[in-house]
């Protein structure tokens, strides 16, 4: 066990049967202008899935599942995604103790394989991020005191800004929020979250926020955003815009419908050139075209082609492309 406080290398508890893994390949990450950076100050890309609710998908919140998605599906990366409004959300009658601890064990468990982790305060119906923010606070100021001496976790504060969430909504939030996270632990990357579904992320590159190792969330559904989204994404990097794409699908907006591989193959071309981190929505068998996996699917690893949806398939095999 090495204590990542002292080496800047591993994460805390890292203890994984691997001989080498992301975290131990890459160490802490930070942001270097538009590029996402490992340790060795080498570009660095994340990749890997996205849950859905842990509030309604808690089983794959477990050590076997984030292995087959290291080891078998060339993954680096988990996303908690932890609704705040919804159903049992965790600002809307959810049991906030149970929702908190489910993120624990999942940062753990990426801990311990050696894989990166985003906490992901996952607003969607609440809108603006200001709903909350005071619970937000709170949270952020727990879990990064938890996780102050872990590499490998990343902060996403607010999912996906809409309606009357405005940018002016996401500065006023992020000034409240960015500093209590920076005062427990110092260098962590922080990913924010930018209007209309996290599509707006022009409105960042106008008016930035005035902190480090910070990263802009770009949002699609390849189904829906097609060239003008991706022409939004590539001026915006060009410009000096470091953009993460912290949730997509191969379907349309609502997370169903037909997938489009055509508009996929497009995002997935623009992102690899340009070194863009990306993570798939969403870990579940809810029946809906986004879930990787077929409805009523029981297993929780060792999937094969049969238990994938078509999204699924194709994120896998894109996965398995990489090399590094």
Known sequence: MTDNKTTGNTSHNENSNSTQTPLSLHGALHVEGTALTDSHRNPMQLRGMSTHGIAWF??????????????SWNTNCIRLAMYTAEDGGYCSGGNQEELKKLVQNGVEYATELGMY???DWHILSDQTPLAYREEAVHFFDEMSK????????LYEICNEPNNAGTWDDVCTYADEVIPV??????NAVILVGTPTWSQDIDQALASPLAYDNIMYVLHFYAATHTDWLRERMKTCIDSGLPVFVSEFGICDASGN??????????????????NVSYMCWNLANKNESSSI?????????????????????????WFLSEHS
């Open 146 to 153: 938890l996780y102050a001496g872990y590499d490998n976790v």
């Open 257 to 274: 419908g037909a997938v489009d591989i055509a508009q996929a193959d497009a995002w997935k071309e623009l992102i690899e050139s340009y």
């Open 293 to 317: 996996l077929i409805p009523g699917c029981p297993k929780l690893d060792g999937w094969t082609d049969e238990d994938l949806s078509e999204q699924g398939r194709w994120i896998r095999d």
């Open 117 to 119: 982790v985003i906490i």
């Open 181 to 186: 996270i920076r005062a427990n632990h110092e």
């Open 58 to 71: 808690p089983e794959y919140i477990n050590p076997e599942t984030f292995r087959f998605l290291r080891d």
